[in-house]
């Protein structure tokens, strides 16, 4: 395969250097790409010798002004693996700032992007890397989530680029599915393509406020990771949650309201073959949302008018094909015998092929709590209860069972 790998001026470059030895040493091809700070921590000859290429930095070679095409680049590479990204070259990629080659190879790249960010602690965390990591993410782009540990500035914490060994497993893992070292049951999942809608939605009042539940999104998070460990690819549709993923084959689509989540849902769900819905959307909406926050003093009572939501797992079922497999969530307040039977009539209703039901009765199951216990429902009668697990544990029995 041929990859573009991208470095970017961060102490973490010497590390590039063994990630190149991994992938000559697995009978890929290397391409340097490097930005004029990344000169400045590891060289281009050092580069080049590993790759038995001429390393690619400047817009034109300065010896005979020859051009170099980051659109060939971009045509050439079977991935581009950004390694180290440093938080500067994360925003410039999310806004299309194209002032080195770097970037204009990223922007011109029709092949997957992995991206390894490499920063100290604070500089990660800020909001504004981690709103440009979501919109890296939101193109499709594969974000290799930093390790924890020992940092270049002495201090310790989240940020510091992940070793190369694993880099190279989870790019390996997207673009060699069959070999991949992370998934269970020889991959049964591979070619399958699975949606997900996870956590609440937020139902906005006024700038504000807005309307909630309680979900946390552990579960449909769960069940990503569950599949795309099985090899699947997955489109992971997250209303408003504080959870990240962790497997590149998860490809995840952040969303606010119930309209968002579904016309997300409707987008991706024909070029899925399951899809497995796990959002506790909110079934109402108010009907107007109040263009600046609403006062306390102008109303001694206030009335909100709702309306409904779009019901995303009933529109998912109409246009199912017979192909396309739907599993639904019932979580009821109702005794098991009685959250059953509510979760048989959703189910019909609904047109799904599974429905796995809970009951917030259960110790243990729920929002908020590690472990769930559910039933798992099936469109011809069949029951299969689980025992009281990890969610991760239920997640991966759910998928297991289901798709
Ligand atoms: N669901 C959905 N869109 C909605 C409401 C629910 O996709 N607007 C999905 C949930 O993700 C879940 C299933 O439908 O997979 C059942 O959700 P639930 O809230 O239990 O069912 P409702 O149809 O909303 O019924 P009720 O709230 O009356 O129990």
Redesign the pocket.
């Known amino acids: 395969m041929n990859i573009v790998l991208g470095i970017t001026g961060s102490i973490a470059a010497y590390k590039a250097c063994t990630l190149i030895r991994q992938f000559v040493k697995a009978g890929h091809e290397v391409q340097v790409v490097i930005t004029p700070a990344g000169k400045e921590f590891v060289t281009p000859i050092t580069l080049s010798a590993l790759t038995s290429k001429p390393v690619v930095s400047e817009f034109f070679a300065q010896r005979d002004g020859s051009w170099h095409s980051h659109v060939a680049l971009g045509q050439w590479a079977d991935a581009m693996v950004i390694a180290p990204a440093t938080a500067s070259s994360i925003a410039k990629m999310a806004h299309g700032v194209a002032d080195n080659m770097l970037i204009t190879t990223y922007l011109s790249m029709k092949a997957p992007v992995f991206v390894a960010p490499a920063m100290d602690l604070d500089m990660y965390a800020h909001p504004t890397t981690q709103a440009n990591l979501n919109q890296l993410r939101s193109y499709g782009n594969y974000i290799v989530e930093p390790g924890t540990g020992f940092l270049a500035s002495h201090l310790e914490g989240k940020g510091r680029m992940e070793e190369p060994d694993e880099i190279f497993r989870q790019v390996m893992d997207v673009l060699q599915p069959e070999g991949c070292s992370n998934c269970s049951q020889e991959g049964r999942l591979v070619g399958r393509r699975v949606l997900i ?1 996870a956590g609440p939605t937020h139902e906005s009042i006024d700038p504000a406020r807005y309307i909630g539940n309680h979900s946390t999104g552990k579960m449909g998070f769960a069940l990503a990771e569950a599949a795309a460990a099985e090899g699947a690819e997955v489109e992971l549709i997250a209303g408003p949650v504080a959870l990240s993923v962790k497997h590149p084959r998860i490809r995840r689509t952040d969303v606010v309201s ?1 309209e968002q ?2 016309e997300a ?1 409707m987008r991706l769900f024909p070029s899925c073959t399951d899809g497995i ?7 109402y909406r108010p009907a107007q949302c109040a263009d600046v926050k609403i006062k306390r003093e102008t109303q001694a009572e206030m009335t909100l008018t709702l309306v ?9 079922g109409q246009v199912k094909t017979d192909g396309q497999r739907l ?6 307040t109702a005794a098991s015998a009685e959250a059953l039977h ?2 048989e009539d ?1 189910l019909r ?2 047109n ?1 092929d599974y ?2 039901v809970n009951s917030l009765c259960d110790a243990g199951a729920g929002f908020g709590v590690d472990t769930n216990k559910v039933t798992i429902v099936s469109a011809n009668g069949q029951q299969q209860s689980l025992p009281l697990a990890d969610k991760s544990e239920v997640a991966r029995e759910i998928i297991r069972r289901c798709l």
């Open positions: 809608t119930a989540m579904h849902a819905l796990c959002a506790a959307v909110a079934d409904q939501n779009p019901d995303i797992a009933a529109a998912l599993v639904g969530f019932a979580l009821e509510y979760g959703k209703r609904k799904l429905i796995v």
